[in-house]
């Protein structure tokens, strides 16, 4: 399971998000093998005022969280990283220094979906990659 938000400004994110969605998704489902029916991203469109980042950045700065159930391994966790800083520059010419990255673990009983704890639902995937 995981929940993917997606910060940028409004006026370089709107554009791009359903292609950014797509970039995204494809990584997390070679570097975590999540089934290609697993998609939940939220993207938050912040005006200017509203966006601080750090100087040196340009107006494509784009943040990306990553929220997930523990149990990927650091390979998985440093793959996934990797693709996304690649594919998001090759496809859509966001330069690496452009992008933030972060994984945010939670144990799997911290989750509820489906009427159920995280640690009592049977997903159709495996979360020990």
Same mark, same amino acid.
């Given at each position: 399971?995981?929940?993917?938000?997606? =910060?940028?400004?409004?006026?370089?994110?709107?554009?791009?998000?359903?292609?950014?969605?797509?970039?995204? /998704?494809?990584?997390?489902?070679?570097?975590?093998? =999540?089934?290609?029916?697993?998609?939940?991203?939220? =993207?938050? /469109?912040?005006?200017?005022?509203?966006?601080? !980042?750090?100087?040196?950045?340009?107006?494509?700065?784009?943040? %990306?969280?990553? *929220?997930?159930?523990?149990?990927? *391994?650091?390979?998985? @966790?440093?793959?996934? %990283?990797?693709?996304? =800083?690649? @594919?998001?520059?090759?496809?859509?010419?966001? @330069?690496? /220094?452009?992008?933030? %990255?972060?994984?945010?673990?939670?144990?799997?009983?911290?989750?509820?979906?489906?009427?159920? /704890?995280?640690?009592?639902?049977?997903?159709? !995937?495996?979360?020990?990659?």
């Amino acid at each position: 399971m995981s929940q993917i938000k997606v =910060f940028g400004l409004k006026t370089h994110l709107m554009p791009l998000r359903v292609q950014l969605s797509d970039v995204i /998704h494809s990584c997390v489902v070679d570097a975590l093998q =999540f089934p290609a029916d697993k998609r939940a991203h939220r =993207f938050i /469109h912040l005006d200017k005022d509203d966006f601080l !980042y750090p100087s040196g950045r340009s107006e494509a700065y784009t943040i %990306i969280e990553i *929220t997930m159930m523990t149990g990927r *391994t650091k390979e998985a @966790r440093k793959g996934l %990283i990797r693709l996304l =800083f690649d @594919r998001v520059e090759a496809q859509l010419g966001i @330069r690496q /220094h452009d992008l933030e %990255i972060c994984i945010i673990e939670s144990p799997p009983e911290n989750w509820g979906f489906r009427g159920q /704890h995280g640690d009592e639902v049977v997903l159709n !995937y495996n979360i020990n990659v």
